[in-house]
Structure formats: structure tokens, C-alpha cells
């Protein structure tokens, strides 16, 4: 080990500090997590504006789960970091909503029970 210490990400760190998240920490974990799950939910192949929306909702994910993190241990919030919270909470359900609420209707099997029923006689006949 060379022993170099990753920075601390904070919720109210530098924006060129967030660009340089150590990707062994919680925090890069997080931003990870929370990139997937939203890819997954427009389809698995998001468009360049959806991508940019998910990165988006993912650094705005992570700030706020600090603050609350903080808050949840019983730490002091100022004003300034409350008003943040807020911000970065109203931003984040706009960037969502922008997004899309409902997931994609793209799936991987048949929509509906007719369609699921000829899908298992036909793998069924197959199979024989």
C-alpha cells in the first residue's frame, strides 16, 4: 500500500472533489447503485439525455443521503445545509419526475397473461 488516503466526500465538497469520487468508497458505491437501478428503469439502454439525467439524479441521490445520514446521527445541520437539504431534495424529485416515474415497458417476457400462456405451450411443445 502506498498509503495514500482517499478525500473525504462531504455533502457540501467542492463539485471538482465529487468529479474525483475515490471509487472505493461509500460514496462511489452510491453513486454506482443508484446509476444502475435508474438505468434499469428506463430499459437498460438509456438515451444521452436520460444519461445525463441519471448522472444528475445520482450526484443530487448522494448528497442528500449524506445530510440525512448526518441527521439520522444527531449532528447539528445549519441553516445552510438545511436549506441545501431542501434544495437538493426538490431538485431530486424534479430530475426523477423528469426521468419518469413509471419504468420502462420494455421487458425481457410477455406483457400480458395470453401471451404468457402461449409462451409456456410453446416452450412446452419444444420441449417434447
Not at 105 to 111: A, D, E, F, R
Request: charged fraction near 25%; aromatic fraction near 4%.
Amino acid at each position: 500500500m502506498s498509503g495514500v488516503v482517499a478525500q473525504r466526500v462531504r455533502p457540501h465538497s467542492k463539485p471538482s472533489a465529487l468529479r474525483k469520487v475515490d471509487q472505493r468508497t461509500r460514496e462511489a458505491a452510491h453513486l454506482r447503485r443508484v446509476k444502475a437501478e435508474l438505468r434499469e428503469h428506463v430499459g437498460g439502454k438509456p438515451s444521452i439525455t436520460q444519461s445525463m439525467l441519471i448522472d444528475r439524479c445520482a450526484m443530487l441521490s448522494l448528497r442528500v443521503h449524506q445530510l440525512d445520514a448526518a441527521m439520522a446521527a444527531g449532528e447539528a445541520i445549519s441553516d445552510f445545509a438545511a436549506r441545501s437539504y431542501l434544495a437538493w431534495s426538490n431538485s431530486l424529485v424534479r430530475t426523477l419526475r423528469e426521468l419518469g416515474v413509471k419504468p420502462s415497458t420494455k421487458t425481457n417476457g410477455p406483457t400480458d397473461l395470453e401471451a404468457y400462456l402461449a409462451s409456456r405451450s410453446a416452450a412446452n411443445g419444444a420441449g417434447k
